[in-house]
């Protein structure tokens, strides 16, 4: 069965401190994993996504690492900002000719002045 | 460029009616993705829509289904509704239907709450 944990459920941090959030997958057969932002009462925004092949991806602030073979899947933010207050969502696509995502449940981060 | 839009952003409905979902994807993109989000679960995949075709469902029910117009905009119907069916119901698109490695861009979503 596909499953995707996160950890941790959530996170309390300083501003301007740094964070990993973590994520766990297993995903067969992979295709790639995507991590998302979600403010309260808002649809999901795109982070990064990763194909197998690919084990850092960056966009601004956050880096996603990838381990395919650990099936293990990090975001980091750098000098966090109140803004960064949010839930972040891994997703796990399997492949096999059609679209199958797996979503974990979340860590919410929340930042403090 | 306008995003994805949802409508109606709440809907109330009582146990056994049909609710009915909008989404109008931004400009150009032909793909359409419903997901459901339940309060204190994750986001679970419901229906994936490309050029009109149902493209692959999750793990629901019939009950749940939809379609995808011409002009890309799609619609979720849910009947016989059932009070595990109260949940946040967010439409994503995207540009192209690349076995969903293209970026999706999520509407509000339209909250569903059925008594």
């Known amino acids: 069965k596909n499953q995707v944990e996160q950890s941790p459920q959530s996170l309390i941090i300083l501003e301007g401190k740094n964070c990993t959030l973590q994520?766990?997958?297993?995903?067969?057969?992979?295709?790639?994993l995507r991590w998302y932002k979600q403010d309260t009462g808002r649809g999901p925004v795109s982070l990064t996504i990763m194909t197998f092949s690919e084990n850092t991806k960056s966009n601004g602030r956050y880096t996603a690492t990838l381990d395919a073979d650990t099936k293990q899947s990090s975001l980091h933010i750098t000098a966090s900002q109140l803004s960064d207050s949010a839930s972040y969502i891994c997703v796990a696509t399997a492949s096999g000719g059609s679209y199958i995502p797996t979503f974990g449940r979340g860590t919410s981060l929340i930042v403090h002045p | 460029e306008a995003g994805v839009t949802q409508s109606p952003t709440h809907l109330i409905k009582t146990r056994g009616q049909q609710a009915t979902l909008r989404c109008s994807p931004i400009s150009g993109h032909t793909s359409v993705y419903w997901y459901q989000q339940a309060l204190g679960l994750g986001l679970q995949f419901l229906l994936w829509y490309d050029e009109g075709e149902e493209r692959n469902r999750g793990n629901f029910p019939p009950r749940f289904s939809g379609r995808q117009f011409p002009n890309y905009s799609s619609e979720l119907n849910v009947n016989a509704l059932e009070l595990e069916d109260s949940a946040l119901y967010l439409c994503?698109?995207?540009?192209?239907?690349?076995?969903?490695?293209?970026?999706?861009?999520f509407g509000p979503g339209t909250r569903l709450t059925v008594l």
């Open positions: 994503a698109s995207s540009l192209a239907s690349n076995m969903g490695t293209d970026t999706q861009y």
């Open positions: 994520c766990n997958y297993t995903v067969s057969p992979f295709s790639n």
